[in-house]
């Protein structure tokens, strides 16, 4: 057999079997819990049996013995011969650790290890050997005469495949088990379907591909800037499909880089029951969404503090059940993983129903470790003080216990996260448990940016740390930014928000000098580490989708940049790192104590803020909804509004988009259908079906505080709400388009 | 009969340098440049290489020679190193020349100042001496960066 042949197998081995193994963990556990069945007793002898067969194959004697003991075993309890007990599990549970540890040591040095586990084997053959007395002796473990599998087939089995559909049956009876009525169905499609449909890529493959999308990206840009200023009427319709073309393409391969995050929780559920077990707790562990898709840099990023969190949860947060029976709590603790989208966002939240945070303790450490003022103490929020574990040399833990602990806290859980343009949020009620809420985008390769000009230089902003554009002109322009010991503020909506000048922090020649000779001054409102602080700089462009490409390494000391990427012109420009930016201009230091003042008033009425999208439908309607419920919006030509039926669509992404008159719902005399040209529309998607929303005018966004007045007896309206200081209505999205197709709904619960 | 090698030559401020030719990866022309601000002096910018950000560095900063004339154009010798391609910009771009091994020297111990450490070796060619540099310690900004 040549090398590389070999390398490859291996290779196919290794991505198998550590898949199939935490597969395996999950299903023992499921199984200790009595949770599993027949079935799941065949998903875990099926997995072994392939981790056999395929190291038998290529020679990995060692490997296949090993993993042959415990086929036995499993043969056994499989075939009703033998009963499953807590003691075989955890047999079984140290079995699937050394057959990791193995492939491990394949993985890493090329051979099988050194590691004796004849001990083991012993235990599991002991095992076997002492069935319960009506059954038959052990001398039936004949290996494969009951097979309906052969051996030299492991790629027939579901977890042979990256898990390409969202609901593989055996995953989702662990920890779903309410679900069982769509598993069946799922189950009962052949297995061998989704294996015809998928095949593995190697991921460096995809990381190319993904590349030269990234170069057809800047292409592409270059061609419609310069086919603007044509009048051609064949290149500009070539030019368009091009746009369109490449947008697609894009968004495809973007989705080909996505893995369920499924993937990676797939081990938690093993190391929830070790910890539990160690620590003497009782934790059930509930994962909901692991569908959801995400890049798989991301997923990489995101694995290792997702990971400390549930240690940490499982640790500090639930209680023992001692604890637990005192404080009339049932014994078992909660720990809930929840994934998914909004926004173009993934959301990601860990709750767990254990003591949740003391505030007095979290106020009392962080004063004796001096990480506030005790007068900052005295005037902070809730939400404030719930932020502070997020501190560098923070820890509420009175022991340090070799789960967790180990001097990785939660700051570098934040840093990690925001790294990759994410954020953290926690929630607390002392007692009852915890909420972590993560926030991360979907990808990293290609970001939205917002282009401004310093000097005579362009810079991208990345569009998750800007907070918003403030333009001062005329007499605000000279008088707009004060002096504070030297330091420039600027007074926005009441709140001082210190501010740096971007050419300064450069050094850069700029023509915005001083600002008491300016006619304009343009600042950015940008966010770092949860602090606000304001940016002049000279011009503000426009928002692009940018690719972002690494500096060298001569320039990695440069911690005002995260990259550099390449303009419509081909020029290169600059990404700004905000965070460095803000070290570097000295504005996070100062900013802190000011933010933690400052941000009390804030919280106190900002507890259950809302992001909603406003916009009027009819004549003058002044509406909003959620901007978690809007997929897009898009502005289409009049003429490309098409009738199916008595039913308006429009060509939109390869499909007909149906769209709905939000004004004909709407239980008012003058409401008049949109005429307009173009028309604007607000796409909203549910479980891969969309509907376009038809109304007048776009306004704003607001992020605001919504008290919703229930006046709900108008029809397509569920309430009303003051927002900006006017009376808003909040339209009833679910409802108009259940009044115009009642079928939406159904049909996609079924699809 | 004795070993060849080959070298990409180029000028800068006069002197005649030379780089392993398996380490050059293209020469192209002047290409407009993005400034890198606070970035050491000796980088002059960022180019765009099809797609590939680059960094150029400037070799008459780099080897603390008198800087160019404004209107003087540099051109850039792309090469290869452990970190992808950087720009290495010279004044004037030679041939590519074989050299037989037995005129090579190591350089004289008079030599000072930085050229000491990024000159490798000297070719001693008939009508001039050819100096060769070290691809790996010229990119290396950082050490060079932290010492000025």
């Known amino acids: ?751 | 009969m004795t070993n060849t090698k080959q070298f990409c030559t180029f000028f800068v401020n006069n002197l005649f340098f030379g780089i392993e030719v398996l380490k050059v990866q293209e020469v192209i022309r002047y290409q407009g440049m993005t400034r890198v601000p606070l970035a050491p002096a000796t980088i002059q910018g960022l180019i765009n290489l099809r797609g590939q950000i680059v960094t150029a560095i400037d070799l008459r900063r780099r080897l603390e020679l008198p800087a160019r004339h404004d209107e003087q154009l540099p051109m850039n010798v792309v090469v290869r190193s452990d970190d992808g391609a950087i720009s290495l910009l010279v004044d004037e771009i030679g041939d590519v020349v074989e050299i037989q091994d037995d005129i090579y020297e190591r350089p004289p111990e008079t030599l000072k100042g930085v050229a000491r450490e990024l000159v490798t070796g000297v070719y001693k060619l008939k009508d001039r001496l050819l100096l060769i540099l070290d691809t790996e310690k010229t990119v290396d900004i950082n050490a060079a960066g932290n010492r000025s």
Request: hydrophobic share 40%; aromatic share 4%; net charge negative.
């Open chain 1, 1 to 751: 057999m040549n090398d590389n042949l070999q390398q490859q197998l291996i290779k196919d081995l290794l991505i198998e079997s550590f898949e199939g193994l935490d597969n395996f963990d999950r299903e023992m556990l499921a199984l200790e819990k009595g949770q599993g069945n027949a079935d799941t007793l065949n998903v875990v002898f099926r997995i072994i049996h392939t981790i056999k067969g395929s190291s038998g194959c290529i020679g990995l004697n060692k490997i296949e013995s090993v993993a042959h003991v415990g086929e036995s075993l499993l043969s056994l309890l499989r075939d009703g011969k033998l009963e499953f007990s807590p003691t075989m599990s955890s047999a079984l549970l140290e079995y699937s650790d050394a057959l990791k540890e193995m492939l491990r040591s394949l993985e890493q040095t090329g051979k099988q290890g050194e590691v004796d586990y004849s001990a083991l084997l012993q235990k599991l053959q002991a095992l076997q050997t002492a069935p319960p007395p009506e059954t038959k002796p052990a001398a039936t473990f004949g290996l494969f005469e009951d097979d309906s599998e052969a051996p030299l087939a492991p790629r027939s089995s579901t977890e042979a495949v990256p898990a390409p559909l969202p609901a593989i049956p055996h995953t989702e009876t662990v920890d779903v088990p309410e679900k069982t009525e769509v598993e069946k169905e799922v189950a009962a499609r052949p297995a061998a379907s989704v294996s015809d449909t998928a095949i593995r890529v190697d991921v460096g493959q995809l990381d190319k591909l993904m590349n030269l999308v990234g170069e057809l990206v800047l292409a592409r840009n270059q061609i419609v800037q310069f086919t603007g200023q044509s009048q051609e009427p064949t290149l500009l319709n070539a030019a368009q499909r091009i746009n369109t073309i490449t947008t697609e393409l894009q968004e495809s391969v973007m989705k080909t880089r996505m893995q369920p995050i499924g993937n990676i929780w797939a081990r938690f559920p093993r190391i929830v029951h070790d910890m539990a077990q160690e620590l003497g707790k009782k934790v059930e562990l509930v994962m909901e969404g692991k569908e959801t898709d995400l890049d798989r840099t991301i997923i990489e990023a995101i694995k290792d503090p997702l990971t400390h969190l549930i240690r940490n949860a499982v640790d500090h947060g639930i209680e023992t059940p001692e604890e637990r029976r005192a404080a009339g709590k049932p014994e078992q603790g909660t720990l809930t993983l929840r994934a998914f989208h909004e926004g173009g966002q993934v959301n990601i939240e860990i709750l767990d129903n254990g003591r949740g945070i003391n505030l007095a303790k979290v106020k009392e450490k962080a004063l004796q470790r001096s990480l506030v003022t005790p007068d900052q103490a005295a005037v902070m929020s809730e939400r404030e003080l719930f932020n502070l574990i997020f501190l560098p040399g923070f820890s509420t833990a009175e022991k340090v216990t070799n789960v967790s602990g180990r001097g990785v806290g939660m700051d570098v859980v934040k840093t990690n996260i925001e790294k990759i343009g994410g954020s953290v949020d926690v929630l607390s009620e002392a007692g009852q448990g915890m909420t972590l809420k993560i926030k991360i985008p979907l990808t990293l390769a290609i970001i939205p940016a917002l282009i401004v000009t310093s000097g005579t230089e362009r810079f991208a902003i990345p569009q998750v740390s800007l907070l918003e554009l403030v333009r001062l002109e005329a007499e605000q322009a000279r008088k707009g930014i004060e002096m504070l010991y030297g330091a420039p503020v600027y007074r926005l909506r009441g709140q001082l928000l210190p501010m740096a000048y971007l050419n300064r922090e450069l050094k850069l020649e700029s023509a915005a000098g001083d600002s008491t000779n300016e006619t304009v001054v343009n600042i950015v409102v940008l966010q770092a580490d949860g602090r606000q602080f304001g940016m002049v700089v000279d011009e503000i462009n426009d928002t692009e989708e940018i690719v972002v490409k690494p500096l060298g390494k001569q320039l990695k000391s440069i911690t005002c940049f995260a990259g550099a990427t390449i303009m419509g012109d081909g020029k290169v420009a600059l990404i700004l790192d905000v965070m460095g930016l803000a070290q570097h201009a000295n504005l996070i230091a100062e900013v802190r104590d000011r933010a933690v003042a400052g941000s009390v008033k804030a919280a106190e009425k900002v507890d259950e803020r809302q992001t909603l999208l406003l916009f009027n439908a009819g004549q003058n309607e002044r509406m909003a909804i959620p901007l978690s419920m809007v997929a897009r919006l898009e502005v289409f030509p009049r003429v490309q509004v098409e009738r199916s039926g008595d039913q308006e669509v429009i060509q939109y992404r390869g499909q007909i988009l149906p769209l709905i008159q939000v004004a004909n719902y709407l239980s008012h005399a003058d409401a008049t259908p949109v005429q307009a040209d173009p028309v604007q529309v607000i796409v909203y998607s549910e479980a891969g079906r969309s509907v376009g929303l038809l109304v007048s005018k776009i306004n704003d966004i607001v992020h605001e505080a919504v008290t919703v007045k229930r006046g709900g007896s108008r029809d397509g309206i569920l309430g009303s709400a003051v927002i900006q200081d006017k009376v808003t209505d909040l339209l009833d999205v679910v409802g108009i388009i259940r009044a115009a197709d009642p079928t939406f709904y159904e049909e996609s619960t079924k699809i």
